[in-house]
């Protein structure tokens, strides 16, 4: 059975910093790209980030570009993401997303709220 189970939303000050994580199980992790989404109150989900089955091979979203790392280890099958500066629209649910073959599978999300 497939499990995506994203960790480490909390609430933090404007500036601070936050690393998620999210721990694959139930499928063969190395040969999944994985992302990480995000959706606010009232809007749609949106890719924040991306990293590819090379470790090396990640995109960001413009309005992440800088402030956040995305990484994969693929001997623990877990991937990170580290989240600097933030600022008051990042506050999201972050979820964690495995793309494949033979599908995609998701997280239940974890919450980052961005308050001062």
């Known amino acids: 059975q497939v499990h995506l189970v994203e960790s480490g939303g909390d609430l933090v000050q404007p500036g601070g910093s936050l690393r998620l994580s999210c721990v694959a199980s139930g499928f063969t992790f190395s040969r999944y790209d994985m992302r990480w989404y995000r959706q606010a109150p009232g809007k749609e989900r949106e890719l924040v980030a991306r990293?590819?089955?090379?470790?090396?091979?990640?995109r960001y979203a413009d309005s992440v570009k800088g402030r956040f790392t995305v990484s994969r280890d693929n001997a623990k099958n877990t991937i990170d993401l580290q989240m600097n500066s933030l600022k008051f629209e990042d506050t999201a649910v972050y979820y964690c997303?495995?793309?494949?073959?033979?599908?995609?599978?998701w997280g239940q999300g974890t919450q980052v709220t961005v308050a001062s």
């Open positions: 990293i590819g089955r090379v470790p090396g091979d990640t």
């Open positions: 997303n495995a793309i494949g073959v033979p599908g995609s599978y």
